[in-house]
């Protein structure tokens, strides 16, 4: 898991990297800005169940994905940008628990309602 989370971390800094095309997150605008914050979502969700994955393996991504959820929910409310952050780590997680063959948590859709 530790190694997939490893390639999963860098393709999504690389896709991170690419829509920011170099230049700082702080002076990206418009849509540049969402697509950014849409891939520094993942790589943060990505990290934090990397984190918990050293603590204890089975609940890691279900406790990740809990506090992403309660944490950062209200940025569903804040604009756009913020949004693409916070599905971004919603994705994430969709991701790796059909990676690592557990079932589905809800649509973004879902989580927004």
């Given amino acids: 898991m530790q190694c997939q989370l490893d390639t999963i971390i860098a ?3 690389d896709a991170l ?3 920011a095309s170099g230049d700082s997150l702080f002076t990206l605008k418009g849509v540049c800005v969402q697509a950014a914050k ?3 979502g993942q790589v943060v969700f990505a990290k934090k169940v990397k984190k ?3 603590k204890d393996s089975a609940p890691a991504l279900e406790s990740v ?3 992403w959820q309660h944490e950062k ?3 569903l409310s804040a604009d756009p940008a ?3 952050y916070f599905t971004g780590g919603v994705d994430m997680g969709e991701q790796l ?3 690592w063959g557990e079932p589905p948590r809800g649509t973004m859709t879902e989580l927004m309602e």
Wanted: charged residues 25%; proline residues 0%; without cysteine.
């Fill in 82 to 84: 913020w949004k693409s």
């Fill in 52 to 54: 918990a994955l050293a």
């Fill in 38 to 40: 849409y891939h520094e």
């Fill in 73 to 75: 929910s209200d940025l």
């Fill in 65 to 67: 994905r809990r506090q």
């Fill in 97 to 99: 628990s059909r990676m």
């Fill in 11 to 13: 393709q999504s800094l």
């Fill in 17 to 19: 990297t690419s829509a």
